[in-house]
């Protein structure tokens, strides 16, 4: 790619490829959920706004979507893993069948976090989807649809961020170290 910003080493994941991924996955979540009267999405922001709003406009089963938020305690250079709820659903989720979509999977803390927080709240079925997962150690939670295994380097687009930029390149590429070093 001619015109990549000085700040990235390199595309890890076209545009074509995460379109096309997402497709696959949308197909089988209508396969999984054939019989439901409806599905709840539940992106995690900010980053997965950009994946739900794809993978719900590629849904052909009858589904709503809503949005939570979480923050790590301290900054991530400190982080104890501990996570806390800054933005909750608009809606109760008793006897919903509910699909967590996140973007990236990393430690595991956010999604391990969220699921046991929306578990206590009696959906009549949680998944999880996320469209990136890191190659590294993870808490263990289970992930019910996954996109790309991404390597443990700084990734940056299609949500994901440094610093609140590059979230919205269509693409995934690798930020180079001197940028975040
Ligand atoms: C990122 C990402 C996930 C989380 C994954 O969010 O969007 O939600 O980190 O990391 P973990 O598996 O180590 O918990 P971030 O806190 O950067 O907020 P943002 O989505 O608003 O950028």
New binding site residues.
Partial sequence: MTDLHPDLARVLLSPDVIQSRIKEIARQIEGDYADAECVVLIG?????FIFLSDLSRELKIPHTVDFI????YGD?AVSNGA?RLILDLRKPIKNEHVIIV????????????LYRTLKWRNPASLRTCTLFQ?ERE??DVPVDYLGFELPDVWVVGY???YA?TH?TLPYVAELKAEVYG
């Fill in positions: 995690i922001l900010k980053g997965a938020s979480v923050s790590s991530s996570v996140e973007d990236i999977v990393d430690t595991g803390n956010t999604l391990e976090y890191k993870s808490k949500g994901l961020d609140d979230r």
